[in-house]
C-alpha cells in the first residue's frame, strides 16, 4: 500500500485502541516506520483541539554530556551531570488548561541506547504541586534548567526514534503520553544520540538485559555497541 493508504490504516487501528507495536505486527511493517505515522495521526488531533500553552518545560542539567548537539540551536547545558547519570535525562512539560490548572508530564530518556524507559503522568495538577513535583522529579540531579519545548521535543522523541531504528521500543505507555511534549515534525533530531555517538547500553533495575543485547547483537553486530553488561 502506499504511505496514504498506511496512514490511513494506521489511523483506524490508533481508533480501535492498538498499540504502535500491535498496529506494526498487523501491518506487517516495522515499528520505526509506525512510530512517525502514529505521532502524525496524534498531532492532527492535536491540532484540531487546540494545543494547550506550554506552561513550562525544564530538563536536568548535565542533559548533554556524550551527546553531539547542533550549536545553531544555541541548546545550553548549564551544569556537568551527575556522578553516574551519564546518559539518562529526565524532562518535564506542563500544559496549561485553565489559571490554576495543569498537564504534567514527565519522561525519563536514557540518550545512550534504550530510549524513553519511564514516564509519569500525565497528571492535572496545580501550581504549587508542580513546584514541589519538579524538585522531586530532579533529586537525583545536581540542578535543572529551564528548556524550550523544541529541545525537548528533540531529546525525548529523537532519543525514541534512535531506539526503534535498533529494534528497541519506549515505555508502553510513551505513545498515549506524547502529547504533553506537543506536535514534532520528525526526524532528523538535532542531537546525535549514543555515547559519542555509538550505541551504549547500561541495564536499568527493571530491564531484560540480556534480550536486550541479544537485540542489539542481532540488529548491529558484536562490535556495532558498546555495553556495561557483564
Not at 504541586?129 to 525537548?152: K, N, T, V
Not at 498515549?176 to 506537543?182: M, N, P, R, T
Not at 538535532?190 to 542481532?218: C, N, Q
Amino acid at each position: 500500500m502506499n504511505s496514504a493508504e498506511l496512514k490511513n490504516r494506521v489511523r483506524e487501528l490508533r481508533a480501535e485502541g492498538r498499540s504502535p507495536k500491535e498496529i506494526a505486527r498487523t501491518l506487517g511493517v516495522s515499528p520505526s516506520v509506525v512510530a512517525p505515522l502514529v505521532r502524525a495521526v496524534a498531532a492532527e488531533g492535536s491540532a484540531a483541539a487546540g494545543e494547550p500553552e506550554v506552561a513550562g518545560c525544564w530538563i536536568n542539567v548535565g542533559w548533554s554530556t556524550g551527546l553531539t548537539v547542533d550549536p545553531a540551536r544555541g541548546w545550553a547545558d548549564e551544569k556537568p551531570s551527575a556522578e553516574g547519570l551519564d546518559g539518562r535525562v529526565s524532562v518535564l512539560v506542563a500544559r496549561r488548561h485553565t489559571w490554576d490548572r495543569m498537564t504534567v508530564c514527565g519522561y525519563l530518556a536514557d540518550v545512550y541506547c534504550t530510549g524513553v524507559k519511564d514516564l509519569i503522568g500525565p497528571d492535572v495538577i496545580d501550581d504549587r504541586q508542580l513546584s514541589r513535583f519538579r524538585e522531586y522529579f530532579f533529586s537525583d540531579y545536581l540542578g535543572w534548567q529551564e528548556a524550550p519545548i523544541e529541545l525537548a521535543q528533540h531529546l525525548v522523541f529523537g532519543a525514541v526514534d534512535y531506539a526503534r531504528a535498533m529494534d528497541l521500543e519506549p515505555f508502553e505507555t510513551f505513545d498515549s503520553a506524547s502529547h504533553v511534549l506537543g506536535t514534532w515534525e520528525g526526524g532528523p533530531s538535532a542531537i546525535t544520540f549514543g555515547r559519542d555517538g555509538k550505541p551504549y547500553y547500561v541495564p536499568g533495575p527493571d530491564d531484560e538485559s540480556r534480550k536486550i543485547v541479544r537485540i542489539l547483537e542481532r540488529k548491529l553486530g558484536p562490535s556495532g555497541f558498546d555495553s556495561a553488561v557483564g
